[in-house]
């Protein structure tokens, strides 16, 4: 079974930056994407990032510009640089990866991020 461990997460002032970091337990599967997502209190989960093993990315509108998404294939890790965070960017963060000839989904636990005004 495939876990997923992000870390990274933490309190920031607004206009500060994080970097965000998430590692597969494991490694001989075919990893088709890697993703980022986020919940807000009382939000539905949204897509935030995600980049194919061919290097293909697609952001949501509301962090173009600002975030970058970036993975490692040998060492089955997949990065997210935040700058210029936003208060509304607060939210716990979640990375995802598609493994497998179906894209079955794999989820981390999460990683608070916290943008003070």
């Known amino acids: 079974q495939v876990q997923l461990v992000e870390s990274g997460g933490g309190l920031v002032q607004a206009g500060g930056s994080l970097r965000l970091s998430c590692a597969a337990s494991?490694?001989?599967?075919?990893?088709?994407?890697m993703g980022w997502y986020r919940q807000a209190p009382g939000k539905q989960r949204e897509l935030v990032a995600i980049?194919?093993?061919?290097?293909?990315?697609n952001y949501a509108d509301s962090v173009k510009g600002r975030f970058t998404i970036s993975r490692d294939n040998a060492k089955n890790t997949v990065y997210l640089q935040m700058n210029s965070l936003k208060p509304e960017d607060t939210s716990v963060y979640y990375c995802?990866?598609?493994?497998?000839?179906?894209?079955?989904?794999?989820w981390g636990k999460g990683t608070l991020v916290t943008v003070s005004s």
């Open positions: 995802n990866f598609k493994l497998g000839y179906w894209s079955t989904d794999y």
């Open positions: 980049i194919t093993t061919g290097g293909s990315t």
């Open positions: 494991s490694s001989g599967f075919r990893v088709n994407a």
